[in-house]
């Protein structure tokens, strides 16, 4: 593409968004010479983008819902666990496609302090990637690679603050105020304690409170996530302008999707809860815009981990869109809930708010993440049955570390906060399941039970409207890691528990299918093999509530062009009637023989994908 043409294109596109993006911008800013360098800032990346990321761009304008449909299967990995280096994880896509993933998400990456980083998301330079996995050209390789297969690559985007370590900080640290205006500093403890009265604490066991003193210029910090992250000040544009541009810089790496990491929290408004806050969504929009000029083969995914009411404006509107994708939080937390349960009320509240939402909105759906399960149920809605916030929490705790009777689920809490009786979860899909517990026991049963449960957990995440995601490792039922707790730079932190390096000898066994690995490895493709297959399971279909009048069992149902699927799931490892009436004549969708829709047993922990054509 000429110049002149590349110049051409450009300002097609910035002139479709030129007006709304100026009046946003100086709705917050109220500064033409800012957003002149804002301007001027997206053709200085639009330019750096190279042939073979224009070409990408262009492929996916001409298919805007690439995104969008029933072959897309995420996977989520840390680069050292998963193969040590990019350059490994490079070696490992033919493992990656027979895992049917067509997206991977590269967990925080970039150069970070060791022992001080939060898993990496105290990010100290936006442009360089941790020496532990390699270099930021490997990263453009590696995406590349990924691109000549048909994946896509997601990264985080740690926009809410960066490490004391950035260069930024540094300068703050010495004094240069240009810098500290970056963060928010404050010269006592006397606006801080104003905010502390509104601001909720995000870890209020291991790091209480939401600001930290800095001794180096005897001045107070926000610092809402640990002491050791510094909260960006968006209120000044130069923060927003060269955030974006790091943003921006990572795209022009080959990433497809970014993560926008904690976005709710990146305004802040002293005498509210510094959450969601209207301007948070004037500065997505915004970043929404810059990437359609910029970079349109590049998509949003917003981290909203929040009730359903605080996720969905996060897409914006129709008109004025702001993230492409967003996570399904509450359904994950839901679905272990129902697990610990049994009881599928509360999961059919939950889906039925989903459905109702507009088919456009996509959800990435999983059943486990990098992070901790934390327990944001619909409370009003369980009080009916009698049950107490702060009881129930407990109850469930219990339950998926298995000191609840007769529980084999095995996990570990986080942030236990005793004095608010609240606490959080960590443990792989496998070890909640009850599989670690089986293998331990060396007892058969238990086993099969475990393995059940398992895959039927995956059915019903490959039955929802969205893109599944599945994290590194349970695509063979990987088990909980113990090891962390002899690591002095993890061992505070039980999201280590999950986070484990993936087993190479363990997924050499997929290929022996009466083994736990080959099980799950293989009934997991079977499933996507199916979704991808039938149209059924586009995210443009309708999706509802069957009601199966049987607490222990969920009923889905989806129509799309003539496709009508009906899945069942079983959270009792007892034996259950689904007391379903269905007129049509439909198959059973793994058996591939004909099943009557009307009174469908079920085994414990057992499903059922049935199928009919119109």
């Keep these: 593409m000429s110049e002149e043409r590349m110049d051409r294109v450009f300002t097609e596109r910035l002139n479709t968004h030129i007006d709304e993006m100026r009046w946003l911008y100086k709705e917050l800013y109220n500064d033409d010479n800012a957003f002149s360098y804002f301007c001027r800032m997206l053709y200085e990346y639009y330019s750096a983008r190279n042939r073979k990321l224009r070409d990408w761009d262009l492929s996916r304008i001409e298919d805007p819902g690439w995104y969008t449909g029933n072959e897309m299967l995420g996977m989520q990995m840390y680069v050292d666990c998963f193969a040590g280096s990019l350059k ?100 006592d403890w006397g606006i801080p304690n104003e905010f502390e009265k509104s601001m909720p604490e995000v870890f209020p066991t291991t790091a209480p409170g939401n600001f930290s003193w800095c001794p180096e210029v005897s001045k107070v910090v926000m610092t809402t996530f640990y002491p ?85 404006p996060y897409f914006g509107t129709l008109e004025k869109p702001e993230c492409n994708m967003l996570y399904n939080v509450t359904t994950m937390a839901t679905t272990w809930h129902t697990v610990a349960t049994k009881d599928v009320r509360l999961l059919k509240d939950q889906l039925n708010k989903v459905f109702s939402l507009p088919r456009q909105y996509i959800f990435l759906n999983y059943l486990r993440c990098h992070d901790d399960i934390g327990w944001g149920l619909d409370y009003d809605y369980l009080k009916q049955f009698g049950l107490e916030e702060v009881a129930h929490k407990r109850f469930l705790n219990d339950y998926l570390k298995g000191a609840y009777p007769g529980s084999d689920s095995r996990g570990e ?33 238990k086993l099969e039970r475990g393995i059940k449960l398992d895959i039927m957990l995956h059915a019903f995440l490959f039955s929802q409207s969205g893109i599944p995601v599945l994290y590194s490792g349970d695509e063979i039922g990987q088990l909980n890691d113990y090891s962390y707790h002899d690591d002095p730079l993890k061992a505070e932190d039980s999201r280590y528990l999950h986070r484990g390096r993936l087993d190479w000898k363990s997924v050499g066994k997929r290929t022996h299918k009466r083994s736990r690995e080959g099980r799950i490895f293989n009934a997991i493709g079977e499933l996507f093999n199916l979704r991808s297959k039938y149209a059924v399971f586009e995210s ?55 099943l009557k829709a009307q009174g469908v047993n079920l085994e414990g922990f057992g499903f059922k994908w049935m199928l009919t054509k119109f």
């Design 228 to 312: 050791y992250q510094w909260d960006l000040n968006y209120r000044n544009p130069t923060v927003f302008n060269d955030m974006t541009a790091n943003m921006l810089y990572l795209c022009n790496q080959g990433v497809d999707i970014i993560r926008l990491d904690a976005v709710p929290y990146i305004w802040k408004t002293l005498g509210t809860n510094c959450r969601n806050l209207p301007q948070v969504h004037t500065l997505v929009r915004i970043m929404r815009m810059a990437v359609e000029v910029v970079c349109p083969g590049t998509v949003l995914l917003g981290e909203v981990v929040m009730e359903p009411s605080k996720v969905v």
């Design 88 to 187: 490994n994880v490079g070696s490992h896509l033919d493992y990656l496609e027979e895992c049917r993933v067509n997206y991977i998400h590269l967990m925080p990456l970039l150069t970070s302090p060791r022992g001080r980083s939060d898993g990496g998301y105290a990010v100290a330079d936006f442009r360089s990637v941790d020496p532990r996995f390699g270099t930021m050209e490997d990263l453009a390789k590696l995406s590349q690679a990924c691109h000549d297969r048909g994946l896509s690559v997601c990264l985080d985007f740690v926009m809410n603050h960066t490490s004391e370590e950035h260069d930024w900080a540094k300068h703050a640290k010495n004094g240069e105020k240009e810098y500290q205006d970056r963060y928010f500093f404050f010269d």
């Design 413 to 445: 809490l986080y942030n236990d906060d005793i004095r608010l009786g609240d606490a959080r979860l960590c443990g792989t899909t496998a070890s909640l399941c009850g599989i670690e517990a089986a293998e331990y026991e060396g007892n058969a049963e």
């Design 540 to 594: 443009g279909a309708d999706a509802w509530v069957v009601e199966t009048y049987n607490d222990h069992v969920l009923g889905i149902g989806r129509y799309y062009r003539g496709e009508k699927f009906i899945g069942l799931f079983n959270f009792s490892p007892e034996p259950q009637t689904a007391w379903i009436n269905e007129v049509e004549d439909y198959k059973d969708m793994l058996e591939d023989r004909a």
